[in-house]
């Protein structure tokens, strides 16, 4: 099975208190299946988004522990080149979009990881690059 880049948005939603509806319970599980399959790929900027904003430093603690089990993916040169490109492809056809999410979908891209995520930006970076999400259908 193909390794899953798992977004931001989805582990906030995982450590949410409570999950509606059938879309976010199916990424929830999702979330859960890809990490007990082994399939996970973490990298630095998504830990790092996963653990800002905590203002509590107990529970800031005890994510960054429990978050430390999975170990980052290394980031090249080449792959920070390449979010740089894909997001001058993207620009180039009215799409615009953050430094992390052209650097996931760098990563992903390079490697061909599927991207998780509940960020409808992907949507539109897909059209104009090679990613691959990793998406509910119907939803």
Not at 37 to 44: A, E, F, N, R, T
Not at 96 to 107: E, P
Request: proline share 2%; aromatic share 8%; glycine share 6%.
């Amino acid at each position: 099975m193909t390794r899953v880049l798992v977004d931001t948005s989805v582990w906030s939603l995982a450590l949410r208190k409570k999950v509606h509806g059938p879309a976010e319970i199916w990424y929830v599980s999702r979330l859960a299946e890809v990490i007990r399959d082994l399939h996970l790929v973490m990298i630095g900027p998504i830990r790092q988004e996963i653990l800002s904003g905590l203002s509590d430093e107990k529970k800031y603690e005890e994510l960054r522990q429990k978050l430390s089990i999975f170990p980052d993916h290394v980031i090249s040169t080449q792959e920070y080149e390449l979010a740089a490109k894909l997001n001058n492809e993207c620009r180039r056809h009215g799409v615009q979009g953050s430094h992390t999410d052209y650097l996931i979908c760098s990563v992903a891209q390079s490697h061909g990881f599927r991207i998780l995520t509940l960020d409808k930006d992907f949507l539109r970076y897909r059209e104009y690059v090679g990613i691959t999400l990793d998406e509910l259908k119907d939803a």
